[in-house]
């Protein structure tokens, strides 16, 4: 007869199976026993938290999500007595025994025998012997034993449960899968008593040196002991664990089951080993947590499919305050073969939290937004005064591209942002638009935050070197692709036929975000050729295209969910992205590049290495990628590695273009006379105009609101009518006059008010003029736009003059503050070094326009009837300036604009200077404005 469990048969699952050995009768088969949820809930079950919080005498830390509440009663523990050996179903995450099932760790299971016999039935006897030692451990921990001699007991017990357990392990790797040993190892001897000093140091008021040594000293030992562990692992099932860590060799394929279930215990060993690390940064109060990540990465290399590893992972980057990884690693945890559910709970925490910080974030910017409006409304009264409220300008940089002066406020905004400032506010954007996504509250505002968002990665993605790595991109990626998986409705519902609103807009979003990236490396390709450089990247290149690679492995496993492509973003929060257009624009700068001299192969060939890929290595596991066809590639072992990954990943985006030109409903086709990729995806101003073709013609006119129908009929019938006539001849006649008359005064309005044209500066920067405060306030900035070889410095001798007088510490005969002398001694240092030194991106002028290469002569008599020392140097910007009498004068389309040409900017700080620049039409912007419209860091 089995044992009973002694008070103990209550259990949490409705009809769920517990199987019992007979420890009497080892030999006997399983007992199971059904337990119904009777009281299953009851305060009183031995198995609920909190029977389980007073049997221990403290409670769950934060963030210690590897053992569930059910976890706690398994085999052996002190509140199971009798229960020997119990299977669960582990409410958060599912149980180990997957891997049984999983084909990677089942292969050869019928070939060759689990374990010896022998072996089996001595770690089951050593599981039994046990038993009693983890109730007596148990029982001291509860009570919480104090003193020198209590504790010393406890610790010989625990030394006594971990020897144990480290010989099941040791002898049948199977048996230790399928009853959680190494679980049961970590929990009973190191994870309850190192809660239990830990408590004991939050409770007592003044610092407990014993407490604290002591939870020091069995940290040590669990570190020395996991570590032996590891190493006795490698030695008894002869495998080396740095050949399955090395990402840069494939491990071997051809191994048996019993090392595949060894690679696992070592992976709970490592595990553990992280946590104990860990632990140890919370005792000494430190954030050191490097070690502990080192174990948990290691952990996670060995089976990517396990979600525990990342659950881990993401704790330590919440540690350490980094919300952006502690959602990718949340969503791998959650994302696995064997995925670790409660991290969703954790998700749902995180995402909540940014929303609340994007929404005081946001209302912060509206504040400022409003305030900036009545600056501008204010501004618009002044340009009325002085008639050029129409004015517009035109800002060209050297790149290529082209930007609006205050054409948008969002652009404006983010412009004004540091990297730093900019990259922060992009991880809150993008964690509020996916936290929508996952939770699904809030989508009426998604749009809106999804367009600023998308504003925010374009602008951070401008800046050179991108402040976005490699491996954040990546992270990106895989987040769309979960939102995506995740939006999925389920096989056999309503939704499962069609796409989902949800799905469309993650979908949507992944999409948008894939665009960026592609149209960003457009123009870094573009650049590189005109560099001349002969490498096949550039650094930014590298950054931005193993993502790109990333995103389309998933269309290509994922086909059904993109395809037909998703509907048009509202045009209201639209940025005019066309994915297909910038994915056939890509694929034709690809096709250009000369890879040809790196020779891949696809089986390997003697002198060959493998080449392997960053983005596969960090996506392993990721179930959204399972599906993608594992290749292998080899290349010859002389050739550059990082030359290899390059071309590869060029041919596999070439192969991707060729895909999509190839699948049933195409969306790129390959046009054979012009050797290029074209989309065949419509956009929304495409298909307006196909529309608008087949639209019949109108009846009625769009210069006049008669409606013009036939009246032949009547006009036969009326010819008789002399009178009828005479009126149709007087119609005609008044109709001609008005329309004389329409024209006359359409003649005189327009001379009237041709000095109230549109007028359209087109700015293109060549030289600069500042004025003395920029020399005096942004000198390190002056001097980093003068070695960028890009402008040219012009500075005015009244600006030299005035530095020169206060160097001396005088200005208009007062003396001045003591820093400024020395500021201004500095800014004529660096103005006569640069003249002296010949440079050419530094010149010198003179009121009357004059350019001068040396400031060897630089006093300069100054006229009263020239103003102020501003309007001498307003001046200098006018004289540089060649306006014609005739650029002013109407012309034949009286409601164009009139458009002047600038190369010159005034630098000031002024805004009375400003003011006067602005009323001359003379381009005028503050130093720190220009360098980042310049992308100058």
């Known amino acids: ?316 980057a919440l540690y350490t305050r980094r919300k952006l990884d502690a959602v990718y690693y949340y969503i791998r945890s959650l994302a696995a073969s064997n995925p670790f559910l409660t991290a969703r709970e954790s998700l749902m925490s995180l995402f909540d939290e940014a929303r609340r910080k994007a929404e005081a974030a946001e209302k912060k910017r509206r504040e400022e937004k409003a305030e900036k409006r009545k600056r501008r409304q204010l501004l618009k009264k002044q340009d009325a005064e002085y008639g050029t409220e129409h004015r517009l300008e035109v800002w060209h940089s050297p790149d290529g591209s082209t930007s609006l002066e205050g054409n948008s406020e969002d652009e404006e905004e983010l412009s004004a942002l540091s990297m730093i400032e900019l990259n922060r506010r992009f991880i809150l954007s993008f964690l509020n638009v996916h936290g929508k996504l996952f939770t699904k509250t809030g989508m009426e505002s998604f749009l809106e935050v999804r367009h600023q968002m998308l504003l925010e990665l374009i602008r951070l993605l401008s800046f050179s070197p991108i402040p976005v790595g490699n491996t954040r991109l990546l992270q990106l990626m895989a987040i769309n692709m979960f939102a995506v998986d995740n939006a999925t409705p389920e096989e056999g519902s309503v939704e499962s036929d069609c796409r989902a609103l949800l799905q469309e807009q993650a979908v949507q979003l992944g999409l948008d975000m894939f665009a960026c990236l592609i149209n960003r490396s457009i123009v870094l390709f573009d650049e590189h050729q005109k560099s001349g450089n002969c490498q096949i990247l550039s650094e930014d290149l590298h950054q931005l295209i193993a993502s790109i690679k990333a995103w389309a492995d998933w269309m290509t496993c994922h086909e059904h969910l993109w395809n037909p492509p998703p509907s048009p973003v509202d045009p209201a929060y639209s940025l005019g992205l066309d994915v297909w257009q910038s994915i056939a624009t890509f694929c034709n700068v690809l096709q250009d590049l000369q890879i040809s001299h790196v020779k891949l192969y696809s089986s390997m060939r003697e002198g060959c290495e493998a080449v392997i890929l960053e983005e596969d290595v960090l996506m392993q596991g990721f179930v959204p990628l399972l599906t993608l066809p594992q290749t292998q590639t080899y290349v010859h072992s002389f050739t550059d590695k990082d030359v290899a990954k390059d071309c590869l990943r060029v041919i596999k985006l070439t192969t991707f273009g060729d895909y999509l030109c190839g699948i049933a409903n195409p969306v790129l086709t390959y046009n054979v006379p012009k050797k290029s990729y074209e989309s065949l995806v419509s956009t929304d101003d495409e298909a307006e105009e196909k529309r608008k073709k087949k639209r019949p013609r109108s009846f009625t006119s769009e210069d006049d609101d008669v409606v013009v129908e036939s009246s032949s009929a009547s006009d036969d019938s009326d010819v008789g009518s002399d009178d009828i006539r005479s009126l149709k001849k007087r119609k005609q006649e008044l109709k001609r006059k008005m329309k004389q008359k329409d024209k006359y005064q359409t003649t005189i309005e327009a001379a009237l008010n041709s000095q109230h044209r549109p007028l359209v500066i087109d700015v293109t920067p060549v030289n600069l003029v500042p004025d003395t405060n920029c020399f005096i306030s942004h000198l390190d900035e002056l001097q980093t736009i003068v070695s960028t070889s890009r402008y040219t410095l012009v500075v005015p001798l009244i600006v030299i003059t005035e530095l020169d007088g206060l160097a001396k510490g005088h200005r208009d005969g007062r003396v001045d503050c003591h820093q400024l002398p020395g500021h201004a001694s500095r800014a004529v240092s660096f103005l006569e070094e640069e003249f002296e030194a010949r440079n050419s991106y530094l010149k010198a002028i003179t009121s009357k326009g004059t350019f001068m290469s040396t400031i060897s002569f630089r006093s300069e008599e100054s006229a009263a009837d020239k103003g102020n020392n501003d309007d001498i140097i307003l001046s200098c910007c006018l004289h540089q300036i060649k306006d014609r009498a005739r650029d002013f004068m109407p012309d034949k389309d009286q409601g164009g604009p009139i458009t002047l040409t600038r190369n010159v900017v005034l630098l000031t700080d002024d805004r009375n200077l400003h003011l006067k620049a602005h009323m001359r039409n003379v381009p005028v912007r503050n130093v720190n404005n220009f360098m980042r419209w310049a992308k100058i860091s």
């Open 1 to 316: 007869m089995p044992v009973p469990a002694r008070g103990r048969g209550r259990t949490r699952g409705r009809g769920s199976h517990r199987t019992l050995y007979d420890p009497n009768n080892p030999q006997k088969h399983h007992n199971t026993l059904n337990f119904h949820e009777d009281q299953t809930g009851s305060p009183d079950s031995p198995y609920s938290p909190q029977c389980q919080q007073e049997a221990h005498g403290f409670q769950r830390f934060p963030h210690d999500h590897w053992y569930t509440q059910q976890e706690y009663t398994v085999a052996g523990s002190p509140h199971a007595e009798g229960h020997k050996h119990i299977e669960l179903q582990e409410g958060g995450h599912l149980p180990d025994d997957t891997y049984t099932r999983d084909p990677y760790y089942h292969s050869g299971y019928e070939q060759e025998a689990s374990s010896p016999t022998g072996r089996l039935s001595k770690a089951q006897t050593i599981l039994r012997e046990v038993a009693p030692r983890e109730s007596q451990l148990g029982n001291l921990v509860s009570r919480r034993m104090a003193g020198a001699e209590g504790f010393a007991r406890m610790m010989a017990i625990r030394r006594e449960v971990q020897n144990l357990y480290s010989q099941v392990i040791l002898l049948d790797p199977d048996l230790c899968n399928h009853q959680n040993v190494e679980q049961l190892l970590w929990k009973n001897a190191f994870y309850q008593i190192i809660e239990m000093l830990r408590k004991q140091l939050e409770d007592d008021n003044e610092d407990s040196l014993p407490a604290k040594e002591s939870l020091l000293q069995l940290i040590d030992d669990g570190t020395a002991f996991y570590q032996k562990l590891l190493d006795d692992l490698q030695s008894v099932y002869k495998f080396n664990l740095d050949d399955f860590l090395d990402q840069n060799s494939l491990p071997s394929e051809n191994l048996n089951r019993k090392v595949k279930l060894a690679l696992l215990s070592a992976q709970r060993t490592l595990i553990c080993l992280g946590d104990i690390a860990r632990y140890r940064e919370l005792a000494n109060h430190t954030t050191n947590y490097g070690r502990s990540r080192s174990w948990y990465m290691k952990a996670q290399q060995i089976a990517p499919k396990n979600g525990r590893p990342y659950n881990q992972l993401a704790i330590l």
